[in-house]
């Protein structure tokens, strides 16, 4: 269905969002005059000294357009032409991206079933098994979802754990952090604790789902891998000329803990909209809400009956179970007209 002003607010896609204010004027004030292109200019500068700010002295930052751009980027330093990646059978580099991993880096995605998105240490041990045997791709890179695919977030510690069991086989950890943020504002913790502090090699920092324009990150905190990462992310199509309308909106959600502010607010109100499912019957919750992310099953004729007014999507149809997401600008009014709109469906 088309989908426009006229409709209620979209619970289909954080992507759906407008772009936060702070944000809006952070681009408007880069505005003015000129500026040398491709990151040779202060705006991206300043983004490079924050992101040393955030996440430790050593790490370095690098501007990308989007979120699978920023996967491609930062697997590529890590991979070699008959490597592979152990991931879980759910993580958007193996569901949501058309398969670019496997076409565009030439490697092989060693996915593991899991019940709630999560990896565990014993996931990757069980893939390690072929190490050294020239008839099967190598287990190069661990890449795990912060926050997984089914909206669970994994803690410092297990982090750590994955970091842990992964350098000890030789193995380098990659995050998808297409939102990080609300991963780190539903755990209480800041964004280096589950990054730099746990052992991450390289990750991507989402602000597009987190109240941007258009602007991921790469942030590399192994510095060995940081060469090759101006090269990769030009052959990826990735390198922006007018970075400073990229950088500009990372910095401002860097700064004052706009990226908390913003990933708080749909945090809270995916859980307000969790907590009003308890009494309408016939539907309940399909994983924890540790996010953004409410996973509901229900009957196939109620969602139905509300897609005629609301855009969301099933996540897993024949099981009726559907997928709705929150974000910076959505109220509480626009979570109880659901929910009320969802109590009317359920009774009718």
Same mark, same amino acid.
């Given at each position: 269905?088309?989908?426009?002003?006229?409709?209620?607010?979209?619970? !289909?896609? %954080?992507?759906?969002?407008?772009?936060? $204010?702070?944000?809006?004027?952070?681009?408007?004030?880069?505005? #003015? &005059?000129?500026? $040398?292109?491709?990151?040779? %200019?202060?705006?991206?500068?300043?983004?490079?000294?924050?992101?040393?700010?955030?996440?430790?002295?050593?790490?370095? &930052?690098?501007?990308?357009?989007?979120?699978?751009?920023?996967?491609?980027? &930062?697997?590529?330093?890590?991979?070699?032409?008959?490597? &592979?990646?152990?991931?879980?059978?759910?993580?958007?580099? !193996?569901? #949501?991206?058309?398969?670019?991993?496997?076409?565009?880096?030439?490697?092989?995605?060693?996915?593991?079933?899991?019940?709630?998105?999560?990896?565990?240490?014993?996931?990757?041990?069980?893939?390690?098994?072929?190490?050294?045997?020239?008839?099967?791709?190598?287990?190069?890179?661990?890449?795990?979802?912060?926050?997984?695919?089914?909206?669970?977030?994994?803690?410092?510690?297990?982090?750590?754990?994955?970091?842990?069991?992964?350098?000890?086989?030789?193995?380098?950890?990659?995050?998808?952090? !297409?939102?990080?943020?609300?991963?780190?504002?539903?755990?209480?913790?800041?964004?280096?604790?589950?990054?730099? %502090?746990?052992?991450?090699?390289?990750?991507?920092?989402?602000?597009?789902?987190?109240?941007?324009?258009?602007?991921?990150?790469?942030?590399?905190?192994?510095?060995?891998?940081?060469?090759?990462?101006?090269?990769?992310?030009?052959?990826?199509?990735?390198? !922006?000329?007018?970075?400073?309308?990229?950088?500009?909106?990372?910095?401002?959600?860097?700064?004052?803990?706009?990226?908390?502010?913003?990933?708080?607010?749909?945090? #809270?109100?995916?859980?307000?909209?969790?907590?009003?499912?308890?009494?309408?019957?016939?539907?309940?919750?399909?994983?924890?809400?540790?996010?953004?992310?409410?996973?509901?099953?229900?009957?196939?004729?109620?969602?139905?009956?509300?897609?005629?007014?609301?855009?969301?999507?099933?996540?897993?149809?024949?099981?009726?179970?559907?997928?709705?997401?929150?974000?910076?600008?959505?109220?509480?009014?626009?979570?109880?007209?659901?929910?009320?709109?969802?109590?009317?469906?359920?009774?009718?």
């Amino acid at each position: 269905m088309l989908f426009d002003s006229t409709y209620p607010k979209s619970f !289909a896609s %954080d992507n759906h969002a407008g772009v936060h $204010p702070t944000i809006l004027a952070a681009m408007t004030a880069a505005n #003015h &005059g000129d500026a $040398p292109a491709y990151g040779d %200019d202060t705006w991206t500068a300043t983004f490079e000294d924050k992101i040393r700010e955030v996440f430790g002295p050593t790490a370095q &930052g690098f501007p990308v357009l989007n979120g699978a751009g920023a996967n491609m980027v &930062g697997l590529a330093p890590m991979l070699g032409r008959y490597d &592979g990646i152990v991931c879980a059978e759910t993580a958007h580099i !193996a569901t #949501h991206e058309t398969g670019a991993t496997e076409r565009l880096l030439g490697v092989k995605l060693l996915a593991v079933p899991t019940e709630d998105g999560k990896l565990r240490p014993a996931d990757i041990k069980s893939r390690l098994d072929v190490l050294g045997l020239h008839h099967e791709p190598q287990p190069t890179v661990v890449s795990i979802s912060q926050v997984t695919e089914l909206g669970t977030c994994y803690s410092p510690e297990e982090i750590a754990a994955l970091a842990e069991t992964a350098h000890e086989s030789g193995l380098k950890l990659h995050v998808d952090g !297409a939102r990080l943020a609300n991963a780190a504002a539903y755990l209480g913790c800041d964004l280096r604790s589950i990054t730099t %502090d746990a052992g991450v090699d390289i990750f991507s920092f989402g602000g597009t789902k987190n109240g941007a324009l258009a602007a991921e990150a790469v942030v590399v905190l192994d510095p060995s891998l940081a060469t090759a990462i101006p090269f990769l992310r030009r052959q990826s199509l990735q390198l !922006a000329s007018k970075m400073r309308f990229i950088s500009t909106q990372l910095t401002a959600l860097l700064t004052d803990d706009l990226w908390r502010e913003n990933a708080t607010h749909a945090n #809270h109100m995916a859980t307000r909209l969790a907590d009003g499912l308890k009494d309408i019957p016939g539907v309940s919750l399909a994983y924890p809400v540790q996010s953004n992310a409410v996973f509901a099953t229900l009957p196939h004729e109620v969602a139905k009956s509300l897609l005629q007014r609301y855009l969301f999507h099933f996540w897993d149809e024949p099981a009726g179970t559907v997928r709705w997401m929150t974000a910076f600008d959505t109220t509480e009014d626009h979570v109880d007209d659901f929910l009320d709109s969802l109590r009317k469906a359920s009774t009718s």
